[in-house]
């Protein structure tokens, strides 16, 4: 299950630096502190999908994770976890649901916007950053709902940019993907 990615350039002093013990300690603390702070700002901006596919083949339930781009309801999410869906239902961080629509969806980079007629009062949209300014090293953080399972947060680091690579369900390869 794959979890849309939120970028969020964490430009902190790097807890592995030199030094000695006490300060790689405090590094350690401040980078933890930090993480944490950046995790209950975020999370209330992801949500939690969940869907229902009715086909000839017969009824099927599906999971994944999405993010609020604005007040209006408008929330992107991963193609595959809404293709071919009859029924989505937002969960939204605060644990209040609401139905949704496919907006539009691109085969070739996976993604999809979905729009809900009613946004909670405390919906939380999360800000988009302008790629341009990532870096190779840059810290990176996934925060999701893998599984359906609720508030999960990874950590990483940019590892390149540039890259291009095959979408995995389509023909046609995603070009300019930034790797973690």
């Known amino acids: 299950a794959m979890e849309p990615l939120l970028h ?8 592995a630096s030199t030094g000695t ?9 401040t980078t933890s502190n930090l993480l944490a702070g950046r995790y209950e700002q ?15 083949e017969g009824s099927g339930q599906g999971a994944g994770s999405g993010f609020i781009l604005d007040r209006e309801g408008h929330i992107v999410t991963n193609n595959h976890v809404v293709a071919g869906a009859t029924d989505i239902v937002v969960n939204f961080a605060n644990g209040l649901q609401a139905e949704a629509e496919v907006l539009g969806v691109d085969d070739d980079s ?3 916007v979905i729009k809900v007629e009613q946004m909670p009062e405390d919906a939380h949209p999360l800000p988009l950053v302008d ?6 090293g840059d810290w990176a953080i996934a925060i999701g709902n ?5 508030g999960s947060m990874t950590l990483g680091i940019i590892s390149a940019l540039g890259r ?9 390869s995603i070009p300019q993907a930034i790797q973690t």
């Not at 790629?131 to 190779?136: A, R």
């Not at 291009?164 to 046609?172: D, E, L, M, R």
Request: without cysteine; negative net charge.
């Open 42 to 56: 975020l999370s209330p901006g992801v949500v939690n999908i969940d869907v229902l596919v009715e086909s000839a």
């Open 21 to 29: 013990n006490g300060a790689n300690g405090a590094a350690l603390a």
């Open 131 to 136: 790629s341009d300014l990532i870096q190779v």
């Open 146 to 150: 893998p599984f359906g399972l609720g």
């Open 8 to 15: 969020s350039a964490l430009r902190a002093t790097n807890p």
């Open 110 to 112: 996976d993604l999809a």
């Open 164 to 172: 291009t690579i095959p979408s995995g369900v389509a023909q046609f």
